[in-house]
Every structure is written in C-alpha cells, then in structure tokens.
C-alpha cells in the first residue's frame, strides 16, 4: 500500500488521464483512412533439386575452396624454395647440404 497523501495520488492519476487523453486526441488527428499498398509478387520457390543436382552444387563449392588452397600451396612452396636456395647460396657448403 501507498502511504502518499491523498492530494498526491490525485494529482498523478490527473496526469495519468491527462496524457491518455492527449494521446487519443494526437491519435484521432493523425488517422488516415486511406491505405497506400502496393501489391509485390513474391519471388517463386526454388524447384526441387535431386540428389545429384544438390551434390553438385556442393562438389562445385568444394573444389573452388580446394582450388584456393591448392594456388596459396603453390605459392608457399615459392617462397620456401627461394628461403632455401638463398640459404644454401651463404650459410652451408655444398658437401655440407647431403
């Protein structure tokens, strides 16, 4: 229970209706009765794909991922060749490198 004066719970259920009324009010002003629509077609479901038609979808993603790995492989093993012939070329002796 509340123990506000009696003036205070009067004084806060006159906002209360004040502000429901001001809201009905701002409401009632700004209703528009017209409704804006436009009509959009939706977009056709996708055709049932067979298992062999979804599994090269698949393997198609996979050997783009295989292809990257396999250029960035590539281009690793360049640059240890180079690492290693620079290495060779001034730290170890060619009788030393067997």
Not at 44 to 59: D, I, K, M, T, Y
């Amino acid at each position: 229970m509340s123990f506000l004066p009696a003036w205070r719970k009067v004084g806060r259920a006159a906002a209360v209706l004040a502000l429901v009324t001001a809201g009905l009010v701002v409401g009632a002003a700004c209703r528009d009765t017209a409704v804006h629509a436009d009509i959009r077609r939706a977009a056709a479901p996708p055709a049932f794909n067979s298992g062999a038609q979804r599994s090269e979808a698949h393997l198609a993603s996979i050997a783009g991922t295989l292809k990257k790995i396999d250029e960035r492989l590539a281009r690793l093993e360049k640059l240890a060749i180079r690492g290693l012939a620079a290495d060779t070329k001034t730290t170890v002796p060619a009788e030393d490198r067997r």
